[in-house]
C-alpha cells in the first residue's frame, strides 16, 4: 500500500464516559481499520489516555496502516473543550477539569492531535455523511447517557453566543415536580428520557419489587444495564421497559416539537446510544408525540430521521475536526 | 419645511386584531407624528383597509408632512405573509386568507406599500433601534394576545428553512392537562402565558364568584379587560391577578429558559402589550424562573430585557421595510 508523499490519513476517536471507539479514515473519509474499548475512567487521567493510545494503535493495526501515513488525530469529548486551546474545561463523566489533552495525547501518540465536544462531533459528522448531508438546517438530538443537540444552520453548525448553543437535554419538558437532573434543575428533557434516567427508573422499579426481563438479562447486576439489554427487553414486550421507554419517546417528540416550532429546521435527526439500540420502535413513537404539538404539522413541515450513521457518527466529526487541522496547517 | 428632492419619508403601520398604530418616520426613524386607531375587524376588509388609510393620513396631518413626501408605508400583519407577493396568507385576529393587501392598500393610498409579520417587524425593530442594537445573537419574546417570537442570528433575522421560526409561543410547557391553544394543540406556552390566555384565566374565575378588582376597572362588561386593566389590578395588589400573571411569569421564564438552552443567544429581549404595560413587574419575575431552568446560569451567560421601545417596535419594523423596499427600486 503506498501512502504517496502526504501524510493522508486521519483518526477520529470517540471518547465517551463509557466506552472509547476510533477509526482509521482515509481521504474520503472512509474507515479502513476500527477498534473499540471500555474507558474505565476510574483508572485517572494517566489510565485513560494511555486506552486511547492503544485503541488508536490497535485500529492502526486492523488496517494496516502504519504511524508514519496519520497526519493526525481527532477527539470527541463529553464534555465543555476550548477547541483553540486544546484543553477539556469540564468533562462531568470523565470527571476532568481544564485538563490539557491535546498536549497528553500528542506526547503519548507523537501525532498531532484536536479536540471537540462530542454532541458537536457528531453534528458534523451527520453533515457530512449521514441524513443531512444534502441539508442546509437541521437540528440532530443524540440521546444516551445525556441528551445532547447540534443546531446546522445554512450549512454550517451554530455554536451561540458563547459555544453553549443546542443544550437540548436542558430544555424543561415536566414544569412540576419533575425528577433532579444532573445539571442541578428539574425536569428538564435529559431527567426523563435519556438512556440514564431509563436506566435509573427501570432500575429504581426493580428494587421495589416489580419484575422485568432486564434482571435476567444483566444477570442480577443492574450496573450493567446499557442500551443493548434494554433494547433486548424491549424487543421481548417487557411492560416496564415498554412503559418508560414509551414515556421517553413521548418527552422527546415534545422536545423535538419545541425545536421545530422555534427554529423550524427542514430535519430533527436523532442519534446517540438509545436510538442507535431502538430507533426502528422509538423513531414512529418520537413522530407521533412531535406532530402532535408542532404547530401547523404536516408530513411536508419537517422530517423526523435517524442519522443514518448508527455509531459512526462522533468518530467522523471527529476525523473531520482532525482533517481541518492539517489542512489549517498546509495553507 | 423642506423636503428635498427624494420621497424621503417613510409610514410604518402595526395592524393588529384590536387596534391600528400608525407614524410617519423621517430618514434617521425618528418619529414626526403618530394616529392610532380601533381595528373594528369586524367591518370586512375594505372597512379596516379604510381605517388603515385614515390612520395613515392623519399621522402625516399631525406631522405637518404632505402626502407627496412619502416614500412608502411598511405595514405589520399578525398573521403569515408572502413578502414577496404582497399577500396576507392567513391573519386569524382579522379573519383573513389569501388577501392581496399590498395591492388594496396602494389603491386606497396611492402610494407604494410592503408587508411583514408584525413579531418580524417588532424584531427589526429591535435590532436597529431597541435594546437588540449592539447584538449580534438575540431572541425576541412578544407577550399581547399571543406569543410570537424573533430570532436574530449573526445580525439577521433568522427566518428558518419555511419561513416558519419563531413560534416560540407552541412551545409546549404543560406536557399533561394543559388548556386547549388556538392552534389546536394542548399546553402550549401561548395557552398558559399570553395576554390572551391569562384574560379568560381572570374572566372564568370572575365568572365562577372570585372578587377582583378587574370586575369593577371593566364596570362589568368583561370582553373590555385588556392590558391595561390588568397591569392596574396587579399594582392595586388584586389577588386573582396576581397570582394568574405570575403563573404566566413562570411559564414564560421557562419558555425564555428553553430559548437560551437551545439557541444560547447574547440576550431574550421581551416585549408586546402586557410588557409594556406590566414589565416593571412581571420581568424579575420571568428572569427568576429563567435562571432556576438555564444550564450553566450566571448573569453574564445572558441578558433578559425589555424592548426599550414601548409599543413602538412594529411601526419602527414596517418603517424599515419599506425603507428596504424603496432602495430596492432605486438600484
Redesign the interface.
Known amino acids: 500500500m503506498s501512502h504517496g508523499k502526504h501524510k493522508q490519513y486521519v483518526v477520529g476517536v470517540d471518547l465517551g464516559g463509557t466506552k472509547i471507539l476510533s477509526a482509521v479514515f482515509d481521504r474520503n473519509l472512509r474507515v479502513l481499520g476500527r477498534e473499540k474499548k471500555n474507558t474505565r475512567p476510574e483508572l485517572g487521567v494517566d489510565g485513560v489516555i494511555e486506552r486511547v493510545a492503544e485503541c488508536v494503535n490497535e485500529a492502526l493495526a486492523s488496517a494496516a496502516v502504519p504511524h508514519t501515513a496519520i497526519a493526525a488525530v481527532g477527539v470527541g469529548v463529553p464534555g465543555m473543550v476550548n477547541q483553540a486551546r486544546g484543553v477539556v474545561r469540564i468533562a462531568p463523566n470523565l470527571d476532568w477539569h481544564d485538563l490539557p489533552l491535546v498536549k497528553l495525547l500528542e506526547r503519548q501518540l507523537h501525532l498531532p492531535a484536536a479536540l471537540i465536544n462530542d454532541v458537536q462531533a457528531g453534528t458534523l459528522g451527520v453533515k457530512h455523511l449521514g441524513s443531512g448531508r444534502k441539508l442546509?438546517?437541521f437540528v440532530c438530538m443524540f440521546i444516551g447517557t445525556g441528551i445532547g443537540?447540534g443546531?446546522v444552520?445554512n450549512s454550517e453548525l451554530?455554536?451561540?453566543?458563547?459555544?453553549?448553543?443546542?443544550?437540548?437535554g436542558?430544555?424543561?419538558?415536566?414544569?412540576e415536580g419533575g425528577p433532579k437532573c444532573g445539571?442541578g434543575?428539574r425536569?428538564?428533557l435529559e431527567s426523563v428520557a435519556s438512556r440514564g434516567a431509563i436506566v435509573r427508573r427501570v432500575v429504581t422499579a426493580i428494587e421495589k419489587g416489580r419484575k422485568s426481563l432486564v434482571w435476567d438479562l444483566c444477570d442480577g447486576d443492574t450496573s450493567r444495564v446499557r442500551s443493548r439489554i434494554l433494547a433486548e427487553a424491549y424487543r421481548e414486550g417487557d411492560k416496564l421497559v415498554r412503559r418508560i421507554i414509551d414515556d421517553a419517546c413521548?418527552?422527546i417528540g415534545?422536545g423535538a416539537?419545541?425545536?421545530i416550532?422555534?427554529?423550524?429546521?427542514?430535519a430533527v435527526i436523532l442519534g446517540g446510544g438509545l436510538i442507535e439500540a431502538l430507533g426502528k420502535q422509538m423513531l414512529p413513537r418520537i413522530r407521533k408525540s412531535a406532530m402532535?404539538?408542532?404547530?401547523?404539522a404536516s408530513p411536508e413541515?419537517?422530517k423526523i430521521v435517524d442519522s443514518g450513521l448508527g455509531d459512526d457518527a462522533n468518530i467522523i466529526g471527529a476525523a473531520l475536526v482532525a482533517r481541518a487541522m492539517v489542512e489549517t496547517r498546509r495553507r
Open positions: 442546509q438546517n443537540g443546531i444552520l451554530y455554536r451561540g453566543a458563547g459555544g453553549m448553543s443546542g443544550e437540548i436542558h430544555m424543561v419538558v415536566v414544569p445539571c434543575n425536569g428538564c413521548k418527552y415534545i416539537a419545541n425545536l416550532n422555534v427554529i423550524n429546521p427542514q402532535a404539538h408542532v404547530i401547523g413541515r419537517v
